[in-house]
């Protein structure tokens, strides 16, 4: 596996493979299967029926060599793959930054959403090639593919942001998302 990119950083391009996701020089890449995402899907025996017939891969998110500091931007390329489970559309974990900061989500291929959620209010960003989402401090975020192909978006943030995933556990996102008959269908989350 490939490392980040030791302080301090020269200058320097990166090529982005838009149809792979693929980044070069490519940091670290991080490979999700249904089976990391427990506790994230409503209903838990499709869930763990899902797991143990094919545990398909749900998400990657291919990372730039620029490190989670202080004072450096990271840039990664998440795909989320078309799917559900039981019905409830494939998602990323979701996550609140510890350090609150901003962060901005740009679609490159496919369709999605942002639900974002700061522990009383909820929104939904539907985000498509050349849209533009912006996370502001203090707002939890989970990434949702809507289509039926790859969604793929870029991903921008402070490097000492961190990412605290137990908190969507605990809390909540506000917000679900479903499949129906091929249409969005936002839901209340509830714990």
Known sequence: MSQYAKPPIQPFEISLDIPTGALSPAG???I??????EGCFENKEAFQSEVAQTNPI?????SSLVPETARELPQSITTIYP???GDELYMTKGHQHPDPQGEIYYGLEGTGGIIL???KEKKWLDISPGKIGYIPPGWAHRSINTGSTPYKFLAVYPGSA???YGWVLAKGMGFRAFDSN????LKDFVI
């Open 28 to 30: 670290p890449t991080l």
């Open 32 to 37: 999700r299967k249904l089976s990391d995402l």
């Open 58 to 62: 749900v998400y990657q998110v291919i």
């Open 83 to 85: 799917g559900s489970c």
């Open 117 to 119: 959620f700061d522990g």
């Open 162 to 164: 961190g990412h605290d």
């Open 182 to 185: 091929g249409k969005l269908v």
